[in-house]
């Protein structure tokens, strides 16, 4: 029985409802998600065994936390950690008795729009840094071109802010997208 790592997935798949999809598919390949650790906001774990029926649930909780975690291991649901302020669960099910989805749609709805409008703020900095550092680096080779190491250094800080920029505007897209989606579900 081997691990594979899954890097990034948390990013990946940052709207809970591509997670739990994203985890289903894995355990119908055989991998089956080991419980969550500290660095599961980047990389998930997964151990190599029989696929199994499994749901999984991602959810985000209104209700007390002690309250929510004794009512859903009271009902059978296995927790197996907390990624992005969200708690993932799992159960294990019958052929044709997949369990219910219990998630709290209102908390899903103000996790997608907080985490989205964190996401968008920081793609924002990342794009506001990329343009300062452009036109500092434009206003020092017009005074003196600088040296080519010291040129070479400047350049590569400012390409590596648009993949950040890149990275949390599409997180922002998507978990804005899934707040609208959600709001419009009765």
């Known amino acids: ?5 899954s890097l990034f997935a948390a990013l990946k ?3 809970p409802v591509d997670m739990e999809y994203y985890l289903e598919e894995k355990n119908s390949e055989g991998l ?6 500290q660095g599961a906001f980047f990389s998930l774990l997964f151990s190599e065994e029989k696929p199994e029926k499994l749901k999984y649930v991602v959810d985000c909780p209104t209700m007390p936390k002690a309250l929510y975690m004794q009512k859903l291991t009271d009902e059978g649901w296995e927790y ?3 990624c992005l302020n969200s708690y993932v669960w799992r159960k294990h099910y019958e052929e044709g008795n997949r369990p219910a989805d219990f998630s709290d749609r209102i908390g899903k709805i103000s996790h997608c729009l ?3 409008l964190v996401s968008l703020l920081a793609a924002l900095v990342f794009l506001g840094l990329f343009g300062a550092l452009c036109y500092s680096l434009y206003r020092e080779y017009l005074i003196t071109p600088p040296e080519a190491t010291r040129l070479a250094k400047y350049i590569l800080v400012i390409v590596i802010q ?3 920029a890149i990275c949390f505007g599409s997180m922002a897209v998507k978990l804005l997208k899934e707040t ?3 709001k419009r579900v009765i």
Not at 1 to 5: D, I, S
Not at 32 to 37: D, E, I, R
């Open 180 to 182: 609208q989606r959600l």
């Open 32 to 37: 089956k998600l080991l419980p969550l650790g």
């Open 162 to 164: 648009l993949p950040f």
């Open 13 to 15: 798949h940052v709207v």
């Open 114 to 116: 907080r985490l989205g």
């Open 80 to 82: 197996m950690g907390q």
């Open 1 to 5: 029985m081997g691990v594979q790592r």
